[in-house]
């Protein structure tokens, strides 16, 4: 069965050029390329090739030792993480490269998390040991501080097999093996038993063995594939066996506009004509036929007569999945972790009809959902959401390439939430003639990163199951609008406590306007707090440059941790408001005259620090804001009648 790895790292530490040296191992190329000449065969984009970095995540097949793999290629920029995000979740194994000379940083910190999550078996590979100011051990220091079961087998130090002292390394990961160190010592007979035992390690994350070398120059790759194939020899056939199951992880189009889903099947076989659920609907599945099977390697695609287990291919006639989203005999979506922290409006010609400029702006988001491409009717508006200003830069030109396009975008606006600092209750009815719901709900403040979370208070005796469910899709299908700037609602637990229905007039749709009515309630009576993205910074220039360093960060509300001086050199990490630190790059690219390093990573959402200027720029009103209303529809004498929010408690039918 085909195993799929995946490289991750930061950027600039080499992810292309080792994906270049393990194809070119693997048979599937003749010649090596490189980034700088541009000719790398997993960046074809000609948007990669110009810049030098990996846009969009790309796959190819090799095999080594009588083993087959699927290569995924993924972003190393931090603003293309949504996209690495979508790469990772279909891996089997992970390979983390990290630069020997610039060592463990902010984003190598987030995608390690990301791998913890999904539960994803990680190699290391410590790469450009070449360098000047490489430093394996310096690095090594820094990877334990990520987990004390980095194991180092760097400079090769498995490539012989395993000694009595690789055995007893090894043991100390395991209780069950050291046990059976203690007893038997290291019999030489049974190496392929302790290579059997770390790849059972390395797949339960005991264990995250450490390689090293230097892909540029060929050094280490082959010490490093013979082991990998040896850890991930063994195989379930049980897998061929059930009945076929997969995820999409990706959505492109072809050069005749064809949609592509690009699945990994999970588990049996998948051929053309196939129908498969696809997706999940009013609690019922819906199917799709497959039309084409194809495999790829890079930028080349072979029709297939079927794909099975292990296999990564794309197909065309689903043309209702997203990615995230499990299809076949296991159907559910993913919801992603990374989440945009900026926004800006689209500009162009006024010639342009605004429906083609959103055409062309939906084909992409069924590509990166993240986008969240929206259109504001009054305002004649329309906005994108991203990570990073490079990222807006790669859909300018994305948008010329494919679509012959030319836009442009406004100041990037970050994107604040909204959550509550007190528990509150919330009430809405919704009562014209011949309709009729009520809904109360708690709403309480929740950890920080968790989102929208519902849970219900109320018994079945009082409200039936099927409008308690409805009122949790209600509660979780939108995002629901903050009173003080209109920003998303977050970090908030709700709680149905109670709420009724009529056995002739409730229709489809009253509990929505219930649910919606009940939680605006709820916020314009709550002490609502204003949440802003924050940046994880990590700044390194010549020591003489502490003060002005410390200052700025002081400057733009940034808290920094005491500096350390290694040698003529300053390293200051701490972390601050994305507002504040996302123009930062160009001001420290002049004073450091090029000559220092700074990296910027998402640290997620903490307490805006400036909130009352925010609220005089936002200039938001919640009286007008129609769309969302707090108020209350009740009916008397045949006729419905509307009741501001802060009476509606009093009309309220229920007693909670």
Request: glycine residues 8%; negative net charge; hydrophobic residues 40%.
């Amino acid at each position: 069965m085909r195993k799929t790895i995946g490289i991750l790292a930061h950027v600039d530490a080499g992810k292309t050029t080792l994906s270049e040296q393990i194809l070119y191992h693997g048979g599937t190329l003749r010649k090596r390329g490189r980034v700088d000449h541009q000719d790398a065969f997993l960046d074809q984009d000609p948007i990669e090739r110009a810049r030098g970095i990996t846009v969009f995540s790309d796959q190819a097949m090799f095999s080594y030792a009588g083993q087959q793999f699927t290569l995924i290629d993924t972003p190393g920029h931090v603003d293309f993480s949504s996209e690495m995000e979508r790469a990772a979740q279909i891996l089997d194994y992970a390979v983390l490269l990290v630069s020997a000379v610039e060592g463990v940083q902010g984003h190598t910190e987030t995608i390690w998390h990301l791998l913890q999550r999904l539960h994803i078996p990680v190699l290391i590979f410590i790469n450009k040991t070449d360098r000047v100011g490489a430093d394996v051990g310096k690095v090594l220091r820094e990877l334990k501080t990520l987990s004390e079961a980095v194991w180092n087998i760097t400079e090769n130090r498995l490539l012989a097999g395993f000694t009595d002292a690789l055995a007893q390394e090894l043991a100390d990961f395991d209780d069950g093996l050291l046990e059976r160190y203690l007893e038997q010592g290291y019999d030489p007979q049974q190496e392929s038993q302790w290579m059997d035992a770390l790849g059972d390690l390395v797949r339960q994350r005991k264990v995250f063995p450490a390689f090293s070398g230097a892909a540029l120059l060929d050094q280490g790759i082959e010490e490093f594939l013979a082991v990998v194939c040896r850890i991930t020899a063994q195989e379930d056939p049980c897998l061929m066996e059930q009945p076929f199951s997969g995820i999409v992880y990706k959505i492109r189009r072809d050069r005749q506009g064809k949609r592509l889903a690009f699945i990994k099947i999970k588990e049996g076989s998948l051929r053309p004509r196939d129908e498969i659920a696809v997706s999940e609907k009013d609690g019922a599945f819906q199917s799709a036929k497959v039309q084409e099977l194809w495999m790829n390697n890079g930028n080349r695609y072979e029709a297939v007569a079927s794909a099975h287990a292990g296999d990564v291919c794309a197909v065309t006639g689903l043309d209702l999945v997203r990615p995230g989203d499990g299809i076949g005999a296991k159907c559910y979506h993913t919801e992603y972790e990374t989440r945009p922290l900026l926004s800006a409006r689209v500009l162009y010609d006024a010639a342009i009809p605004h429906r083609h400029v959103l055409q062309c702006l939906r084909i992409l988001e069924e590509e990166d959902p993240l986008l969240s491409v929206r259109w504001e009717e009054a305002l004649s508006q329309m906005q994108v959401r991203v990570m990073g200003v490079i990222q807006l830069d790669v859909l300018r030109q994305v948008l010329s390439n494919r679509f012959g396009l030319a836009v442009d975008f406004g100041d990037c606006e970050v994107l604040y939430m909204e959550t509550v600092a007190e528990p509150v209750m919330g009430y809405g009815h919704f009562e014209p003639l011949r309709h009729y719901a009520e809904v109360h709900v708690a709403i309480s403040p929740a950890a920080r990163g968790s989102g929208i979370h519902f849970v219900s208070r109320c018994s079945v005796d009082v409200l039936e199951s099927q409008y308690q469910n409805l009122i949790r899709t209600h509660v979780l299908e939108k995002e629901h609008k903050g009173v003080l700037l209109g920003a998303p609602l977050t970090d908030v637990e709700i709680a149905l406590i109670t709420g009724r229905a009529h056995e002739k007039h409730t229709e489809g749709g009253d509990f929505r306007e219930a649910t919606y009515r009940a939680i605006r309630q709820g916020l314009e009576k709550a002490k609502s707090q204003i949440l802003e993205p924050y940046y994880h910074f990590t700044l390194e220039a010549e020591a003489s440059m502490t003060g002005r360093l410390v200052s700025d960060m002081q400057r733009m509300a940034a808290v920094s941790d005491a500096p350390q001086i290694l040698q003529d050199r300053v390293l200051i990490t701490g972390k601050g408001p994305a507002r504040e630190l996302m123009r930062y790059p160009q001001e420290f690219e002049s004073l450091t005259k090029g000559k220092g390093r700074l990296s910027l990573t998402p640290a997620g959402y903490e307490p805006c620090h400036n909130p009352d200027e925010v609220v005089a720029r936002i200039g938001y009103d919640r009286r007008r804001d129609r769309d969302n209303t707090s108020d209350s529809v009740f009916c008397a004498k045949g006729a419905g009648f509307t009741v501001k929010w802060d009476e509606a408690e009093h009309y309220m039918h229920c007693k909670s």
